[in-house]
Structure formats: structure tokens, C-alpha cells
């Protein structure tokens, strides 16, 4: 069964800090992997998507690194503002048949306190 | 450029009652995905159109179906409403389909389904 793991399951940081976040899958066969930002009662934001053959994608301070071999990726925010406040949730899509199913995580829910 | 829009925002149902929701995507894109997110599942994929055609689909029951339009636009139907159908339902849109796919999904605000 395909799955995707996040952790922390939330962060609380102060304001200029920086901190990452995990995400670990056990997704086959892997399509691509994908970081969204969801703000309370809004709809998810995307903030980076990456393939196989990826291993890093940056999205102003949003770097997303991706390890193919281990199946896990990590969302790095640098120098953290009030509004990174939100759950950030990492999307695993399978391709199969010409089918393809997209497999969430539950979301790591950060709070950044001035 | 105008958003993905959802309408309606709110809907509060019964039980065995039907709804449907409707997304319109943004200009020019094909393709509208449909997902429930709830408390206790966090997102799960319902399924995607791409011109008029259901291209996939998640596990979820036959009570719940979808269509599109010719201009990109589409409804979600769930019939004989259950307690836990109470959800927040989103669509998204990009200009093409399928699992290789890399365009952006561009995500509505969703519509808070209640079911009483």
C-alpha cells in the first residue's frame, strides 16, 4: 500500500529562524513528489515539484531536496516570516497502467511566533 | 487571471440526500481533480477530468461521481449523503493531465460540505 509520512506532525519556531521538514514514502512506481502550503480555510498552494531525476528545487526561500534511493525528501524554509504559519503537506504520485494516483501526507503544521 | 472558483462555500445536507458541487477552472486549463480533505484522512484524490473524460480515479464508492464540461467546468455529485461525507471538497486545475505531468495545480477554496 502506497503511503507517505511527515514529520514533525507541528513545528513551532521563532521568527528568522530556519527549519525543515520531512517527508518519508514508500510510493511504486514513483511519478513525482510535490511540497503544497495550505493556509487555514484556503485552498493548498503548490511550492515545488520534483521528479526521479531531481534532487533539489527552490522556490524563494522554500528548498526541497529529494533522495530517491531512501524515498524520502525534505522542505528547508529559510529565515522563517509569521506568514509561513500554515501546514505544509508533501503529495507522492504513482504511475501505473497510464493511471496515476496522487498519495498525501498529513501535513506538518508550522507556527512561527514573532 | 481569474483563480480556480467553488460554489457553492458552504452546504449543509442530510443524510440520503444528494449534493452537487461545482468547480470552474482557470482559463485554459483542461484539467479539474476533485479531492475531500477531512480531520482524520487529511486529502485523498476523488478523481480528475481532462476534456470531458475521466482520466483517473481514486478509491472511493460510486456514490460519489463527477463530470466536465465542454468549457473545462465540473461538477462533483454525492448521492445518499453519509455523516461521513462531511468534508471540505476541493478542485484544482492545470493545463494537462496524468501522473508524468509537471504542470502547476492550482488549487479553489473549497466547499465545506456539512451533513447532518
Known amino acids: 500500500k502506497n503511503q507517505v509520512e511527515q514529520s514533525p506532525q507541528s513545528l513551532i519556531i521563532l521568527e528568522g529562524k530556519n527549519c525543515t521538514l520531512q517527508c518519508n514514502y514508500t510510493v511504486s512506481p514513483f511519478s513525482n513528489l510535490r511540497w503544497y502550503k495550505q493556509d487555514t480555510g484556503r485552498g493548498p498552494v503548490s511550492l515545488t515539484i520534483?521528479?526521479?531525476?531531481?534532487n533539489t528545487k527552490s522556490n524563494g526561500r522554500y528548498t526541497a531536496t529529494l533522495d530517491a534511493d531512501t524515498k524520502q525528501s525534505s522542505l528547508h524554509i529559510t529565515a522563517s516570516q509569521l506568514s509561513d504559519s500554515a501546514s505544509y503537506i508533501c503529495?507522492?504520485?504513482?504511475?501505473?497502467?497510464?493511471?496515476?494516483?496522487?498519495?498525501f501526507g498529513r501535513g506538518t503544521s508550522l507556527i512561527v511566533h514573532p | 487571471k481569474a483563480g480556480v472558483t467553488q460554489t457553492p462555500r458552504y452546504l449543509i445536507k442530510t443524510r440520503g440526500q444528494q449534493v452537487t458541487l461545482s468547480c470552474s477552472p482557470i482559463?485554459?486549463?483542461?484539467?479539474v481533480s476533485w479531492y475531500q480533505q477531512t480531520p482524520g484522512q487529511g486529502l485523498q484524490f476523488l478523481f480528475e477530468y481532462f476534456s470531458e473524460t475521466q482520466r483517473n480515479k481514486g478509491n472511493f464508492p460510486g456514490r460519489f461521481s463527477g463530470r466536465q464540461f465542454s468549457n473545462s467546468r465540473s461538477e462533483m455529485n454525492v448521492s445518499t449523503l453519509e455523516l461521513g461525507d462531511s468534508a471540505l471538497y476541493l478542485c484544482?486545475?492545470?493545463?494537462?493531465?496524468?501522473?508524468?505531468?509537471?504542470?502547476?495545480?492550482?488549487f479553489g477554496p473549497g466547499t465545506r460540505l456539512t451533513v447532518l
Open positions: 520534483m521528479t526521479f531525476s531531481e
Open positions: 503529495v507522492v504520485s504513482s504511475t501505473s497502467g497510464g493511471s496515476y494516483i496522487p498519495t
Open positions: 482559463s485554459g486549463h483542461r484539467s
Open positions: 484544482a486545475s492545470r493545463v494537462g493531465s496524468g501522473g508524468h505531468n509537471r504542470d502547476t495545480q492550482y
